[in-house]
């Protein structure tokens, strides 16, 4: 068990819809990264989130946004979803990684949130 | 061409045997990562490099700064090793880069009994 969290582990919703996806970081852990893993395109990281602000950004679609709350959980929402959205979404928390290598620390993934469109 | 890449993409093994999956990367990094996805899907953190060597039980994680690659090793393999295998790499890109990781496309490995 990393003690990250993520919630729902399924999700199953129709072309169109909203979704939103939660993550809750290891205690103490300030930044939280999302990434989607798809079959097409493995494992691709979308944002980060340091202390409550973005702090990178990657291949993040955008109907997609994510935020970062005062109690350091995120939630990553995706809308207008399509077909090709269907993936696993993953986040990880470490305890920094605001740049630099002294400052780096290891990332710790959750379990995973398995979306399918329909 | 990939930033990063990995071999071999799949490999099966006789439990026992001693395995090698590689990685190589053409960016300059701060760190490297060895990542293991079991077949229910989750991932979980091997090792983190930035130079030299990490052991840790069977398996060993090597990296070669100069030759940008990267190598994990498992001794008297076992089938319950028997995992995706995904190489990640973080760029040295200084503080508009954050912490993101470039990952490899895996190596599924299949360990027989």
């Not at chain 2, 990490?54 to 690659?69: D, P, S, V």
């Amino acid at each position: 068990d990393s003690g990250v969290t993520q919630t729902p582990k399924h999700l199953i919703t129709a072309t169109g819809q909203r979704v939103t996806l939660r993550c809750s970081p290891r205690s103490g852990d300030l930044s939280v990264y999302w990434y989607q893993q798809s079959l097409d395109q493995g494992l691709q990281f979308l944002i980060q989130y340091y202390n409550g602000e973005e702090r990178a950004k990657g291949n993040i679609l955008e109907r997609f946004s994510a935020q970062q709350f005062p109690d350091l959980h995120s939630e990553l929402n995706l809308s207008s979803l399509e077909l090709g959205d269907s993936a696993l979404y993953f986040c990880a928390s470490s305890l920094e990684g605001t740049g630099g290598p002294s400052s780096y620390n290891e990332q710790f993934f959750g379990p995973g949130t398995r979306l399918t469109v329909l | 061409k990939n930033e990063v890449e990995q071999s071999p993409q799949n490999l099966t093994a006789q439990e026992g045997e001693f395995i090698t999956i590689n990685c190589s990367y053409s960016v300059g990094i701060s760190a490297l990562h060895w990542l293991q996805q079991h077949p229910g899907g989750g991932i979980v953190s091997l090792f983190m490099l930035s130079s030299g060597k990490k052991k840790h039980g069977r398996l060993i994680a090597t990296i070669n700064i100069q030759e940008k690659h990267s190598s994990l090793h498992i001794t008297a393999s076992h089938p319950r090793d028997s995992a995706v295998y995904i190489c990640a790499v973080r760029s040295r890109g200084g503080e508009t880069s954050g912490s993101r990781l470039t990952f490899g496309e895996g190596t599924q490995l299949t360990v027989n009994p």
